[in-house]
């Protein structure tokens, strides 16, 4: 082989080796960023978190209570006097007695007794008349006011000391009295009657107190 020749075949070799050299590798070019590839590759990003829903608040939560108005006071009820409607006594509402006392002087003690079912007020002096006598015993000692008169309840009683006076020769004697009650009205009674067996009556000295809450005070006035 001619040195010619032997020179050609060493650079055509040398140009293979060159162009094996410059060719693509693994990393798609020699020396070089590697080539994007055909197919574009998927994004990795994570997803997207979803919005949150608005909080509620809790169902048992306690609510405030919407404050009421104050209530109107009530008017102020006068006081009433609980014996406004208590009314005098009648011969309607009591029952009568009467018991000798003391025999020199004709004294009895008169007793009335409530027998209705409501208070009422035994006032003054009791309205005594001596059988057939015309008049009425004289009113001995004082007696207390409408408003201060005793009030008796249902079943309370009041007594007043009834006397005929001293046997002198003036008077008369009698066996029953007849007993009505003061009430400051027209109002028309029915006289309550007991008997008096021999009570004598002094025109001059007979005389009845007014009504008391007891029987002591009666007879001693």
């Avoid at 169902?59 to 006097?81: L, N, R």
């Avoid at 309607?92 to 018991?99: H, L, N, Q, R, S």
């Avoid at 409408?146 to 079943?155: H, Q, T, V």
């Amino acid at each position: 082989m001619s040195t010619v020749r032997r020179s050609a075949v060493v650079l055509v070799a040398l140009a293979a080796v060159t162009l094996t050299a410059c060719g693509p590798g693994e990393d798609g070019a020699a020396g070089g960023p590697a080539a994007p590839s055909a197919t574009p590759s998927k994004s990795t990003a994570p997803p997207a978190t979803p919005p949150k829903a608005p909080t509620k608040p809790p169902t048992d939560a306690p609510t405030e209570a919407p404050t009421k108005p104050p209530a109107p006071s009530k008017p102020t009820t006068p006081s009433v006097d609980p014996d406004y409607d208590v009314f005098p006594c009648s011969t309607f509402d009591v029952t009568f007695t009467a018991t000798l006392a003391e025999p020199t002087t004709s004294s009895y003690l008169l007793k009335i007794t409530n027998k209705g079912g409501k208070p009422c007020r035994a006032l003054g002096h009791p309205v005594v008349t001596f059988g057939d006598l015309d008049g009425k015993a004289v009113e001995r000692g004082p007696a207390p006011g409408i408003e201060d008169a005793i009030r008796l309840a249902p079943g309370q009683s009041a007594y007043a000391g009834l006397m005929g006076g001293l046997k002198d020769g003036t008077g008369t004697t009698v066996h029953s009295i007849a007993m009505t009650m003061s009430t400051d009205s027209d109002l028309e009674q029915k006289p309550l009657k007991a008997s008096t067996p021999g009570l004598y009556v002094s025109p001059d000295k007979n005389s009845v107190t007014a009504w008391m809450t007891n029987a002591e005070d009666a007879l001693s006035l």
